[in-house]
C-alpha cells in the first residue's frame, strides 16, 4: 500500500503560481510512475503530468505544457507541481497519483493509477 497526501492549494489571481506537494509513504520502494490530474467543477477527471521511475521523463497535457512543471524527490518521497501563469480554466481539484505495476512505462489515464491522494483545491480568480 501507498499513501499519498497532496497540500499547497489554495485561491490564486490569474497569473500567479502555486506548487503542489504530495507526499508518499506506506511501500515507497515500489512506486513506478507518479501523476498528477484534476476534475474542474462539472468536468471529467483529466491528466496533468507524469514522472517516470527515475525522474526524469516528464509527460504533460497540451493544455499546461510550458506552464507547469513536474518533478520528484526521492530523498522526501515526494513529488511536486510548480504551477506558473494559471489561468481561470485550472481551476480544479487536484490529485496526485502513484503505479506500482509497471516498470517501464509512465500512464497519462487514470485507471492505470493504484493509489490516489485526496486531492486539494486550487481556485485560480480572474
Known amino acids: 500500500q501507498v499513501q499519498l497526501v497532496e497540500s499547497g492549494g489554495g485561491l490564486v489571481q490569474a497569473g500567479g503560481s502555486l506548487r503542489l506537494s504530495c507526499a508518499a509513504s506506506g511501500r515507497t520502494f515500489s512506486t513506478n510512475a507518479m501523476g498528477w490530474f484534476r476534475q474542474g467543477p462539472g468536468k471529467e477527471r483529466e491528466f496533468v503530468a507524469a514522472i517516470g521511475r527515475s525522474g526524469v521523463i516528464t509527460y504533460y497535457a497540451d493544455s499546461v505544457k510550458g506552464r507547469f512543471t513536474i518533478s520528484r524527490d526521492f530523498a522526501k518521497n515526494t513529488i511536486y507541481l510548480q504551477m506558473n501563469s494559471l489561468k481561470p480554466e485550472d481551476t480544479a481539484i487536484y490529485y496526485c497519483?502513484?503505479?506500482?505495476?509497471?516498470?517501464?512505462?509512465?500512464?497519462?489515464?487514470?485507471?492505470?493509477?493504484?493509489?490516489w491522494g485526496q486531492g486539494t483545491q486550487v481556485t485560480v480568480s480572474s
Open positions: 497519483a502513484a503505479d506500482t505495476s509497471k516498470f517501464y512505462s509512465i500512464p497519462t489515464v487514470g485507471y492505470e493509477y493504484e493509489f
